[in-house]
């Protein structure tokens, strides 16, 4: 079935200079742009987007690393979306990811990881709605 899934070119994307390569791998692998801004996310944005986490060692890191630059946040839509935007970035630490997928292009480490994509439809859901008003959503 069509449905969406929610990303984030992360701050380590956009200082590299890699935002427009990673929107051509999205698009180029059928996904819809259907919102898609560049934001800053504020200390206290990143520590309830990521609140999941807020026991792991590497939590302070992280909300660190997603709050020291600009990122691009976007809702893309396909079929299979959540499942196949996954394929399409790689595993989580860009040492195991596949080749070709985003996150061995583009991912320095575990931590700078490149790009984010929702676990799951109830997760795309509600991280898509963190960052897009209704309005903003097409
Ligand atoms: P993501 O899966 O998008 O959301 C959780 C983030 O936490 C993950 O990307 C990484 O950026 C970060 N993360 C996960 N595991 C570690 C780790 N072991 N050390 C540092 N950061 C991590």
Do not use: C, W
Request: proline share 3%; charged share 25%.
């Amino acid at each position: 079935a069509t449905n969406r899934t929610f990303t984030m070119l992360k701050p380590d994307s956009l200082e590299k200079g890699n935002t427009g390569a990673i929107l051509e791998k999205i698009n180029a692998a059928g996904f819809r742009i259907v919102a898609m801004k560049m934001t800053q996310m504020s200390t206290k944005d990143a520590e309830t987007f990521y609140a999941v986490h807020n026991e792991r060692p590497f939590f302070r890191e992280l909300v660190e690393y997603m709050t020291r630059g600009p990122i691009v946040a976007a809702i893309l839509e396909k079929d299979n979306a959540v499942e196949d935007f996954r394929t399409l970035i790689g595993a989580t630490n860009p040492a195991d990811a596949a080749e070709g997928t985003i996150r061995k292009l583009y991912a320095a480490s575990m931590g700078e990881n490149a790009v984010h994509g929702s676990d799951s439809d109830e997760n795309a859901e509600i991280e898509g709605n963190f960052h897009f008003s209704g309005r903003e959503q097409f």
